[in-house]
């Protein structure tokens, strides 16, 4: 029996098909990116409202470098749906087309980076929150729903993630100041853990949504589903092993714990898994077909 996972609108291709693992690839790529750039600038955000002396200055964030790698991981998608439509002779693709938007927002945020406009660029980056969010999967089980959903799932996650990695950058820079390192780390943990919390609501939100309990072992999808839940609770623990490790007094030059240095590549580990799951087809039936609501609304 062959599992097929849909690329694009209704190209499908087999598990086994490159293209499959350069799709994955791709959008663990752009995720990666869109968390570097808006996590990183949430994160120097956050490290600002640090209330005790700042021993010294706060490493810029790769928030540049970020947008940069989206934009060539989305253009990377755009040539892979650019080849779908040529192999099933399709005349387009949403996914191609939501590709090259979010080509346009992250070379737009870069360009205002570049110009040293963080905020603009803050709002060119969550434009593809937003494009993401008209692709997931869950939109096209319940239109509208199932894109706010995705905003409010992978908003919180990209800012997780991108806010562990300037924190620790941060942390590393600070790490002859073991008193006011732990300060900040403890400062992001208060944040991740109401970001964590939001990510976890919507993650089983939307596993609801996307996969029905009976297929949750059966599919290829469920199956995936399950190891990103995994990866997610195992960076949970590290999590709580680094708040544990903040009630030791570390020696100067120590840096952050092990624990939440493992959490960070850990985190990376769920972007390559949901990048994955991106790719692969859910089970769920569509509650309504995406288009059948766009053409009522036209007709009104």
Do not use: N
Not at 32 to 51: I, N
Not at 254 to 275: N, Q, S
Request: charged share 10%.
């Amino acid at each position: 029996m062959s599992v097929t996972i849909l690329l694009s609108d209704g190209a499908a291709a087999r598990l086994s098909d490159p293209v499959t693992w350069e799709t994955a690839l791709a959008r663990w790529l752009l995720f990666a990116g869109l968390s570097v750039a808006l996590g990183g600038l949430a994160g120097r955000g956050l490290a600002r409202q640090y209330k005790g002396t700042i021993p010294v200055p706060l490493p810029a964030p790769w928030a540049l470098r970020g947008s940069l790698l989206g934009a060539a991981a989305s253009a990377w998608l755009a040539l892979i749906a650019a080849g779908l439509v040529h192999l099933s002779r399709l005349s387009s693709t949403t996914a191609g087309a939501i590709a090259g938007i979010e080509l346009v927002l992250f070379l737009i945020a870069a360009g205002l980076l570049r110009l040293r406009q963080p905020g603009l660029a803050v709002l060119a980056l969550l434009g593809v929150v937003a494009a993401e969010g008209v692709r997931a999967h869950p939109e096209t089980i319940i239109p509208v729903v199932g894109a706010l959903i995705t905003y409010c799932h992978l908003l919180p996650a990209a800012i997780w993630a991108g806010m562990l990695c300037y924190v620790l950058r941060a942390a590393m820079a600070w790490r002859y100041h073991p008193a006011d390192m732990r300060g900040l780390i403890r400062l992001y943990a208060t944040a991740a853990a109401w970001l964590f919390a939001v990510l976890v609501i919507t993650g089983v939100i939307s596993a609801l949504v996307l996969v029905p309990l009976g297929s949750l072992l059966t599919t290829t999808y469920g199956r995936v589903l399950i190891v990103k839940a995994v990866l997610v609770a195992a960076a949970a623990g590290l999590a709580v092993a680094g708040r544990v490790w903040l009630r030791h007094r570390p020696p100067p030059g120590a840096g952050p714990a092990l624990a939440t240095k493992v959490e960070c590549g850990t985190i990376a580990a769920v972007l390559a898994v949901t990048g994955l799951l991106t790719a692969l087809t859910p089970p769920a039936a569509p509650v309504r077909p995406a288009a059948a609501i766009r053409q009522q609304a036209l007709r009104r």
